[in-house]
């Protein structure tokens, strides 16, 4: 696991999308997951960016995205899919019959989360996956207690996601309750995972899940069995880390002596 930790949610962000934009200049057809949430918002704003200043080319990539709530059509502006078009999709050239999101509307939840693991087996897995993490520890919306090996399915949200998520919603009572979310094996399985936090209020739940033990009871601890992730923090999320000082001297080594190795060593 190689953790990184920046001085700002702006060069968080910065260098999330330069690994990405690596990606896709080794690979135009790379499959990416993607995240929603407040924090992985300055990474897209990074991507738009290189899209736009740079030519950085997505008409070949193909998209996952980690989780819709369940009842919201894509057409809701809380929804995810309305979430990844605001800040993603509808600023760079992605194919739209490339774009994958859970659907939150489905009759059949159980075919459709079938579908939707066959889907991603189908594009060759996942090249990269962008993760945040929940104050709870969630990854995805695998709330505490998800099996490690769980796939694609239905979850119900903790009373702690519902309280954080409720801000983008006009009452508490209209944040739902359900929704079909990637499942931690269904992460583990792709190739490369890049999980980013920011602020003081993650701080805490970012050293369980690096520091602590691997439990079910910390989603995002399950990471410590990906052979290849990256952590990118901002100071405030990192700065309870116990070996916080060990994480930055190994990126100031690297940096100035082996820079291309940034991001890919764990
Ligand atoms: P946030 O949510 O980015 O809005 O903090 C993260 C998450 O719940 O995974």
């Given at each position: 696991m190689e953790i990184i930790i920046s001085e700002t949610y702006d060069e968080m962000s910065r260098l999330a999308a330069d690994m990405i934009k690596h990606q896709l200049l080794k690979k135009p057809s790379s499959v990416l997951g993607l995240a929603t949430g407040s924090t992985p918002v300055g990474l897209y704003k990074e991507l738009i960016r290189l899209h736009k200043e740079q030519g950085l080319d997505f008409s070949q990539v193909i998209t996952f995205n980690l989780d819709e709530y369940l009842g919201l059509p894509p057409s809701h502006d809380q929804s995810y899919h309305y979430f990844m078009d605001q800040n993603l999709f509808h600023h760079v050239n992605v194919t739209p019959n490339n774009i994958h999101v859970p659907y939150g509307h489905t009759e059949d939840i159980e075919e459709f989360c079938q579908w939707y693991e066959d889907q991603i087996e189908r594009a060759g897995g996942i090249d990269i996956q962008i993760l945040g993490i929940g104050?709870?520890?969630?990854?995805?919306?695998?709330?505490?207690?998800?099996?490690?090996?769980s796939r694609t399915r239905l979850k119900t949200l903790t009373k702690q996601t519902i309280d954080d998520n409720a801000r983008f919603f006009e009452n508490e009572a209209d944040v739902p309750r359900f929704a079909v979310t990637m499942g931690v094996g269904t992460i583990l399985e792709a190739r490369k995972i890049i999980m980013l936090a920011n602020g003081a209020k993650k701080a805490d739940i970012v050293a369980q899940a690096l520091e602590?033990?691997?439990t079910a009871q910390v989603s995002a601890s399950a990471l410590q069995l990906h052979p290849d992730v990256v952590v990118i923090l901002d100071a405030e999320a990192g700065k309870t880390l116990r070996r916080a000082d060990y994480y930055k001297w190994v990126y100031n080594e690297k940096k100035r002596l082996?820079?291309?190795m940034i991001g890919k060593t764990t």
């Open positions: 104050g709870d520890g969630h990854i995805a919306f695998n709330e505490p207690g998800s099996s490690l090996g602590g033990p691997v082996i820079p291309g």
